[in-house]
């Protein structure tokens, strides 16, 4: 089965730095990436996903992942840091062996400093 | 249009004791998912739903968890009976089509369920 791996379950940042998440993947097969957003009280937010098309996906609010086949990373950026980006952060493959459910990773809390 | 909307927010039960939780899903999505987070851990897959088939139960933990959806409409996760290790959060989620290959899954806020 696909399965992805954070690094990191909480990362601080200060307002206007650079954001970096880590994520790697264990995949058998070509995979589908994603990563979503969780703000405080609400639901999951998808905020990119890779689907074998470009390497580099832009997504909302200024992120983007490049995805590495050959270090089989999945990281996400964004070049400076609002304080709005405090959330918790997810990564997960698609599982083609199980009806394509979605493996999560265990989330990475991101906080902005002033 | 109304997104995924999740009762009860929290509910909060005696071990052995019964609870339901309900996931109403965004109208017209045919795809519904629920997903378990127990604190520290990875939001875990439980079951998929296609209209009102159960298409993937792989991840339901044990026979004390039972999910329907009526009429492939609105659907349920009773826990009976409830445990302590059934502490977490329930997240529902709706897609059009197979969420897994779009990754658009629409979540809801969640159900915390705490078992003392």
């Known amino acids: 089965a696909q399965s992805v791996t954070q690094l990191g379950s909480h990362v601080s940042v200060s307002e206007g730095a650079l954001v970096l998440l880590r994520c790697n993947y264990s995949?058998?097969?070509?995979?589908?990436l994603f990563w979503y957003v969780q703000y405080p009280n609400q639901g999951l937010q998808l905020l990119l996903k890779?689907?074998?098309?470009?390497?580099l996906v832009k997504g909302i609010n200024g992120f983007e992942a490049e995805f590495k086949k050959s270090e089989t990373s999945f990281h996400l950026t964004k070049p400076s840091a609002h304080m709005s980006d405090a959330a918790e952060y997810f990564c997960?493959?698609?599982?083609?062996?199980?009806?394509?459910?979605?493996?999560f990773g265990k989330g990475t809390s991101l906080l902005v400093t002033p | 249009e109304a997104g995924v909307t999740q009762f009860p927010s929290h509910s909060v039960i005696e071990k052995g004791q019964t609870v339901t939780l309900r996931c109403d899903p965004i109208?017209?999505?045919?795809?519904l998912y629920w997903y378990r987070r127990v604190m520290g851990k990875e939001i875990k897959f439980l079951l998929h739903f296609v209209k009102e088939s159960k298409q993937d139960e792989s991840g339901m933990p044990n026979n004390r968890f039972l999910a329907e959806r009526t009429g492939g409409t609105y659907s349920t996760l009773k826990v009976q009976p409830a445990e302590l290790e059934d502490s977490g959060v329930y997240f529902c989620?709706?897609?059009?089509?197979?969420?897994?290959?779009?990754?658009?899954?629409?979540f809801g806020e969640g159900s915390r369920l705490t078992v003392l």
């Open positions: 989620a709706s897609s059009r089509l197979a969420g897994g290959v779009t990754g658009e899954l629409f």
């Open positions: 890779y689907t074998s098309a470009a390497t």
């Open positions: 997960a493959v698609s599982d083609q062996g199980s009806g394509y459910a979605l493996n």
């Open positions: 995949s058998s097969v070509p995979p589908y």
């Open positions: 109208s017209g999505h045919d795809n």
